[in-house]
């Protein structure tokens, strides 16, 4: 602190200029995985002021009568970007921005698009309401300056499950609840691209905090999977035209659920569950330490509990 | 270097509470709560003998899981003291232990911003060793409501204790969660409500196993974890609250 202030002493009196903070941008780039179909891949790290929290998939269509955006990404600044680069492909103008749940890494870009293109379900569009501005506060402490003039927007318009038919495109609508208790995922028949949203996350651990439940996560993935399609863009790491993803997931999923069910049958306290080994073969899958801490504060009490009996008067 | 060969160190190359060591984490209030806590007549230092467990960050500043470990602590121990550096009312709990001492205690503790986690054991011979550990927190864990007042039917399950006894290769770990507000009184217009005494018996020779005061940095609907060596699974817990509401149940021995 002293020594804080003694610098900006120093440089008051020798009269330098205060240093502005470098400006910010998102440099981003999408790829084509499929005819028209456009994929601006994140990294798998955390929330953090390095990456201005891109750590998400965000995803586009260009239909031939309209552009169908899947996600809006985790700031109004990439938002912004991500409107601009949708406009460096296409003329068409962008008739859908779907929201698939209520995190602010999917749903914090929204400001940049026209508030009567955007939709989500009704129970995601229903938890932004309730906990976007908590998600706000903490996105604003974890990634600083990127989140400059962000505000909630909770879209307009609710998005039914069913068949959406936009241009040349059919796209397959599902509500499921795994991660969130309410989760969007898009299957556009049309080119067999499912955009899983973090319903898959892969090579990424996966993250808990309103998952309503392992074994109902590990119930819905399976569903997913008997979808027709042939490439997988997960919420969170690379896409995969196999069933890689699917498979990691589920043995993630299983390996946690066994993890806490075990800890919980032998005494286990929380801070012991925090502190066990990943095992080798999840070595690719990042962030597993971090989540496993995380994951362990929002599920392991009602392992616990389970695990207990209850003590007569 | 052996312990004691540090202890003998520690003890001899410096004046009795001058041998107050140097904070590892340097924390502004690791004087003054040592002194409040500790007195400053009983030499302290520091042992990573006293493992101290807590999450690198408070995913939930209401909820942080403390584990203390003291298998690889070998002296007898007469009393244990925890705190929150930099919480408003930083201590934990105190706990004095029977003839044969916990060696896990767990429990979980509110965080108001980032602080440093704070247990010390005093042995036989007068002096507290003290392990530490640093937790990152968005923080306002303790001036939060408590959950359990904001659900209607709360007082249904107020004072609901489950519980159980887990064999280990010597002896036991019990482990029992309360369903209790534990209100800190620092949320505007609700009053301090908590569990202030615990006290874990046996049930052949209502011996203490230990006995427990908590403070306001406990958390809410508290789960209690504590491992004896050499211990049979019957046990009866005692708690009250400072409404004076008390709570016995039969720990261990159950179907």
């Known amino acids: ?313 | 270097m052996t312990r004691l060969a540090i202890i003998a160190l520690l003890a001899t190359s410096l004046p009795a509470w001058a041998g107050l060591p140097t904070d590892p984490y340097g924390s502004p209030m690791w004087e003054y709560n040592v002194e409040r806590y500790l007195g400053n007549v009983a030499p302290v230092v520091l042992d990573e003998q006293v493992q101290v467990k807590v999450p690198p960050f408070a995913e939930n500043s209401s909820q942080v899981p403390l584990t203390v470990d003291l298998s690889n602590y070998p002296l007898p121990i007469r009393e244990m003291v925890a705190w929150v550096d930099l919480n408003p009312i930083p201590h934990l709990f105190s706990l004095t232990p029977g003839p044969a001492p916990a060696t896990l205690v767990s429990m979980n503790f509110r965080v108001q911003q980032a602080t440093t986690v704070r247990v010390a054991v005093l042995d036989d011979d007068g002096v507290w060793h003290l392990g530490s550990a640093f937790v990152d927190a968005a923080g306002g864990g303790c001036t939060a409501p408590s959950m359990t007042a904001a659900n209607p039917d709360w007082e249904q399950n107020f004072g609901t204790i489950r519980g159980g006894a887990f064999s280990r290769v010597d002896g036991v770990r019990f482990k029992f969660s309360v369903m209790h507000p534990m209100d800190s009184g620092m949320v505007d217009g609700v009053p301090l409500f908590h569990i202030e005494h615990v006290v874990l018996r046996d049930s052949a020779s209502s011996d203490p196993l230990l006995t427990m005061n908590l403070s306001e940095s406990a958390a809410e609907n508290p789960m209690l974890v504590f491992e004896f060596g050499h211990q049979t699974p019957d046990a009866v817990l005692w708690m009250r609250d400072n409404n004076g509401n008390e709570f016995e149940r039969k720990l261990g021995g159950q179907p």
Not at chain 1, 212 to 229: D, F, N, T, V
Not at chain 1, 246 to 264: C, E, I, N, P, V
Request: glycine share 8%; charged share 20%.
């Open chain 1, 1 to 313: 602190m002293i020594r804080r202030a003694a610098i900006v002493m120093l440089c008051w009196l020798v009269g330098a200029p205060v240093v502005s903070a470098p400006e910010l941008a998102y440099n981003l780039e999408a790829r084509e995985i499929a005819k028209g179909t456009w994929v601006i891949e994140g990294s798998t790290g955390n929330f953090s002021r390095d990456n201005g929290g891109n750590i998400v998939n965000v995803a586009f269509v260009i239909t031939g009568d309209g552009v169908v955006v899947i996600d809006s990404g985790p700031s109004r600044l990439y938002g912004e970007a991500l409107r601009r680069l949708i406009e460096s492909k296409t003329s068409e103008p962008i008739t859908h921005v779907l929201i698939t749940h209520h995190h602010p890494d999917h749903a914090f870009g929204s400001q940049a698009f026209d508030p009567d293109t955007l939709y989500m379900l009704d129970g995601a569009r229903e938890m932004l309401e309730e906990e976007g501005d908590g998600f706000s506060d903490n996105m604003y402490r974890l990634v600083g300056d990127w989140m400059r003039g962000t505000e909630v927007v909770v879209p307009a318009n609710t998005l039914e499950p069913g068949i959406l038919d936009v241009g040349d495109h059919r796209f397959q609508l599902l509500e499921l609840t795994g991660h969130t208790g309410s989760d969007l995922v898009v299957l556009d028949e049309t080119t067999g691209v499912l955009f899983a949203s973090d319903m898959v996350f892969y090579n990424r651990a996966l993250t808990t905090p309103q998952s309503p439940g392992l074994m109902i996560w590990a119930g819905e993935l399976a569903r997913l999977e008997e979808l027709p399609y042939r490439i997988v863009v997960p919420g969170h790491g690379p896409i995969v035209s196999d069933d890689s993803a699917f498979r990691q997931m589920a043995d993630y999923l299983g390996w946690l659920y066994q993890t806490l069910t075990a800890s919980a049958s032998r005494g286990l306290s929380a801070s012991e569950v925090m502190q066990q080994p990943i095992p080798h073969r999840f070595d690719a899958v990042e962030g597993a330490e971090y989540e496993l801490i995380r994951t362990t504060t929002h599920l392991y009490p009602k392992y616990e509990s389970s695990a207990l009996v209850l003590l007569p008067e």
